[in-house]
């Protein structure tokens, strides 16, 4: 008998790849996802936490598609080595701070080591031609293939007929006449396949999976490098530009202001890390404290805290400001009137 072959799929949670494991499975091949954290996933993040988002299903897309497929799903934590791919992708940003071209090559390279090291035969990704404007172009795709070092191991189901066949088409693992052929950023082709499949409540595609490639994340990780004088980073710094309202007075310093209950839990997590404050005459937000701040500091933050407060309209506001040690005190301010916060302080 002929040897079963194995194949490994990078597993996003998105329709993409969850269609080209399926294609490939198919095939009688033995497939096994890989999904890798690099910390700016969207993933289980701020719709987990606000009410606003409470509508949606709270879950891991990547873990719902290896269920829906009945495949192992190996969750592989890249913080620290996708640091310099963000820091210095050789390729460039995307349209805000998305460095896709650097990111695919490093996510595919790191499955290359990974079919090595548990004696895997080929890599499957989800990527269809024209689809997304940096990555995933035909002049790209051989990019990829080659700085990756994955070469013609990178099988890509779902548009492998446009393309040079791979070594698993030429040695007869899969058949390229049961692969697919499509192009262009319309999703009806996948849609087809997702129902032909029996697929459905899958992930709908918003600029992808990743934050960066989110204009309003983006400005905010500017501003944080711009603030530390330095492009590092830490996972607490990128949980943190996810959630809150960030306003900067001054270079020096920034709030984080909860926008409703369940960002105020979560901030309360971060309280011996940050200064704090809160109303205490009056209903109102946490808001964290990022940086140094004299006297003068405190107060105007108490004062922007304030008029978050359900005392925005009062004369005087007494602000609770708690150090990262756990001591208190109490300043009493008048808060802030809405038109008069500038709104270039606002992130």
Same mark, same amino acid.
Request: net charge neutral.
């Given at each position: 008998?002929?040897?079963?072959?194995?194949? @490994?799929?990078?597993?996003?949670?998105?329709?993409?790849?969850?269609?080209?494991?399926?294609?490939?499975? *198919?095939?009688?091949?033995?497939?096994?996802?890989?999904?890798?954290?690099?910390?700016?996933? @969207? *993933?289980? &993040?701020?719709?987990?936490?606000?009410?606003?988002?409470?509508?949606?299903?709270? !879950?891991?897309?990547?873990?719902?598609?290896?269920?829906?497929?009945?495949?192992?799903? &190996?969750? @592989?934590?890249?913080?620290?080595?996708?640091?310099?791919?963000? #820091?210095?992708?050789?390729?460039?940003?995307?349209?805000?701070?998305?460095?896709?071209?650097?990111?695919? #090559?490093?996510?595919?390279?790191?499955?290359?080591?990974?079919? %090595?090291?548990?004696?895997?035969?080929?890599?499957?990704?989800?990527?269809?031609?024209?689809?997304?404007?940096?990555?995933?172009?035909?002049?790209?795709?051989?990019?990829?293939?080659?700085?990756?070092?994955?070469?013609?191991?990178?099988?890509?189901?779902?548009?492998?007929?446009?393309?040079?066949?791979?070594?698993?088409? !030429?040695?007869?693992?899969?058949?390229?006449?049961?692969?697919?052929?499509?192009?262009?950023?319309?999703?009806?082709?996948?849609?087809?396949?997702? *129902? =032909?499949?029996?697929?459905?409540?899958?992930? =709908?595609?918003?600029?992808?999976?990743?934050?960066?490639?989110?204009?309003?994340?983006?400005?905010?990780?500017?501003?944080?490098?711009?603030?530390?004088?330095?492009?590092?980073?830490?996972?607490?710094? %990128?949980?943190?530009?996810?959630?809150?309202? &960030?306003?900067?007075?001054?270079? &020096?310093?920034?709030?984080?202001?909860?926008?409703?209950?369940?960002?105020?839990?979560?901030? =309360?997590?971060?309280?011996?890390?940050?200064?704090?404050?809160?109303?205490?005459?009056?209903?109102?937000?946490?808001?964290?404290?990022?940086?140094?701040?004299?006297?003068?500091?405190?107060?105007?933050?108490?004062?922007?805290?304030?008029?978050?407060?359900?005392?925005?309209?009062?004369?005087?506001?007494?602000?609770?400001?708690?150090? =990262?040690?756990?001591?208190?005190?109490?300043?009493?301010?008048?808060?802030?009137?809405?038109? *008069?916060?500038?709104?270039?302080?606002?992130?």
């Amino acid at each position: 008998m002929s040897k079963q072959r194995k194949a @490994v799929a990078l597993i996003s949670g998105g329709l993409d790849s969850m269609l080209a494991a399926k294609t490939i499975l *198919e095939q009688g091949i033995h497939v096994e996802g890989i999904n890798f954290f690099t910390g700016f996933c @969207v *993933e289980g &993040h701020t719709h987990a936490i606000r009410a606003k988002d409470k509508a949606k299903v709270k !879950r891991n897309n990547s873990l719902w598609v290896a269920e829906q497929l009945g495949i192992k799903l &190996h969750i @592989v934590d890249v913080i620290e080595e996708y640091k310099n791919v963000l #820091i210095n992708p050789k390729h460039g940003y995307g349209q805000h701070l998305n460095p896709c071209l650097d990111c695919k #090559i490093f996510m595919v390279n790191k499955a290359k080591q990974w079919i %090595v090291e548990n004696d895997f035969d080929f890599i499957i990704t989800g990527e269809v031609i024209g689809q997304r404007p940096m990555s995933q172009r035909k002049a790209t795709m051989p990019i990829i293939s080659k700085q990756s070092g994955a070469d013609d191991l990178l099988l890509r189901p779902l548009c492998a007929k446009n393309l040079p066949e791979t070594l698993p088409e !030429r040695e007869g693992w899969v058949d390229r006449e049961k692969l697919h052929d499509i192009t262009g950023r319309s999703r009806k082709p996948q849609m087809a396949l997702a *129902e =032909q499949w029996g697929f459905d409540d899958y992930a =709908q595609p918003a600029g992808g999976c990743c934050f960066l490639t989110d204009k309003n994340y983006s400005a905010k990780l500017v501003d944080l490098w711009q603030a530390h004088g330095h492009k590092e980073y830490e996972l607490d710094d %990128v949980m943190l530009l996810k959630v809150g309202r &960030h306003i900067r007075p001054a270079p &020096h310093f920034k709030l984080i202001v909860a926008r409703e209950e369940g960002e105020g839990r979560f901030l =309360q997590g971060y309280k011996k890390q940050f200064i704090s404050m809160n109303c205490a005459s009056h209903p109102g937000p946490l808001v964290l404290i990022d940086g140094e701040l004299s006297a003068e500091d405190l107060y105007l933050a108490a004062r922007i805290a304030a008029r978050y407060g359900q005392g925005r309209d009062a004369e005087q506001v007494d602000i609770t400001i708690r150090q =990262q040690d756990g001591s208190e005190r109490n300043i009493q301010v008048t808060p802030f009137k809405i038109d *008069e916060i500038p709104q270039e302080w606002y992130i």
